[in-house]
């Protein structure tokens, strides 16, 4: 009777695995283990903690691999989707991360940085990012700190300096532009106004009252 029932389990696991899972679980419940389908069970549990460390390995990958764009890529526009990858990615990672996990995983992250690297360092050249694909670690940089961590640290990208922060920045250093040099917008000196207006006066005037005023202002100045 019970190789029956056994019998019908397996075949009951491979037609429809929910309903053979909620069979064994009310057998467990009754304890009639003589009933379970060992060989599926203890298959099936396997796979569940094996699926749990995947899960964790592979939300490792994608943290380590994420900072490392946001600390070697100058690239602004994608940024804001890296920063919201990280913080699922921590969050799903906290709700699967188990002590026994944890310990499993620090012990593998050397392993799990190696395969983070390649994928950042892939995406970064895809994306003509030669000089950042260049300048990722060799050596695993993140603990489990950094990966469980809320906050991260990034280099920006990089910014031009605004007119504000040049102002200050010639304040507080005290440097002025060279003597004799003038803006292209600033107003003439007074000594260049003296120059052009004694210019302007000792110059002969080019048309029909040239004669007559170049008399006038000789009688002037007798």
């Not at 994608?78 to 990280?86: F, K, M, S």
């Not at 990034?154 to 003597?179: F, K, M, W």
Request: aromatic share 4%; net charge positive; charged share 30%.
């Amino acid at each position: 009777m019970a190789t029956q029932i056994k019998t019908s389990a397996r075949i009951l696991y491979q037609d429809d695995p929910y309903l053979w899972a909620r069979a064994q679980a009310v057998l467990l419940c009754d304890r009639r283990f003589a009933e379970l389908d060992l060989a599926n069970l203890v298959e099936e549990v396997e796979e569940l903690a094996g699926a749990m460390r995947r899960s964790v390995r592979n939300r490792t990958i994608t943290i380590m691999m994420h900072l490392l764009k946001l600390q070697h890529s100058l690239a602004s526009d994608p940024r804001l989707g890296w920063r919201e990858t990280i913080r699922t990615q921590r969050t799903r990672l906290l709700n699967d991360l188990t002590s026994s996990l944890r310990r499993e995983l620090e012990g593998e992250l050397a392993e799990i940085y190696a395969r983070a690297r390649h994928d950042a360092e892939a995406s970064l050249r895809d994306h003509g990012k030669q000089a950042a694909a260049d300048a990722l670690p060799e050596v695993c940089p993140y603990g489990m700190n950094e990966i469980e961590a809320t906050g991260c640290r990034e280099r920006g990208p990089a910014r031009r300096p605004t007119r504000d922060q040049c102002s200050r920045t010639t304040s507080q250093t005290g440097l002025r532009a060279p003597r004799g040099h003038r803006s292209r917008y600033s107003a003439p000196s007074s000594n260049q106004t003296r120059n052009t207006k004694r210019s302007a006066e000792n110059t002969p005037c080019s048309g029909p009252c040239s004669r007559s005023s170049w008399a006038i202002r000789s009688l002037r100045l007798a």
